[in-house]
């Protein structure tokens, strides 16, 4: 089982930047697929980047692209989330989320930015973007 704890949010003027850490323990990185969501009140959780390690593939939604970078340190058992440009838009509380990175005769095919596909989640990170 992988725990997730996400840290680094807080609030910031439109166009400032944050980078927000989510720390995994209890597994590697390479065995999972890695998700950073977010959730305003009132809407729906919205998934905002991926990344697989063991294969080296990331994404991110189309409102986030190249502001967002999302990146991994295997030494720190970590996955980064560089935000960049930040707007009120962006206000939400950022979750991590996990899923075993299923190969093989295993594999089934999954929305990497959905969150109905991930099974472990951190507690959440507020990220306020006001001026």
């Known amino acids: 089982e992988v725990q997730l704890v996400e840290s680094g949010g807080g609030l910031v003027q439109p166009g400032g930047e944050l980078r927000l850490s989510c720390a995994a323990s209890?597994?590697?990185?390479?065995?999972?697929?890695i998700a950073w969501f977010r959730q305003a009140p009132g809407k729906e959780r919205e998934g905002v980047s991926y990344?697989?390690?063991?294969?080296?593939?990331?994404d991110y939604t189309d409102s986030v692209k190249g502001r967002f970078i999302i990146s991994s340190d295997g030494d720190k058992n970590t996955v980064y989330l560089q935000m960049y440009n930040l707007q009120p838009e962006d206000t939400a509380v950022y979750y991590c989320?996990?899923?075993?990175?299923?190969?093989?005769?295993?594999?089934?095919?999954?929305?990497?930015?959905?969150?109905?596909?991930?099974?472990?989640w951190g507690q959440g990170t507020q990220v306020t973007v006001s001026s």
């Open positions: 990344i697989k390690r063991r294969v080296g593939t990331l």
């Open positions: 209890g597994a590697i990185l390479e065995d999972y697929v």
């Open positions: 989320a996990a899923k075993p990175d299923l190969v093989g005769h295993f594999y089934k095919y999954y929305d990497p930015l959905q969150a109905g596909s991930y099974d472990y």
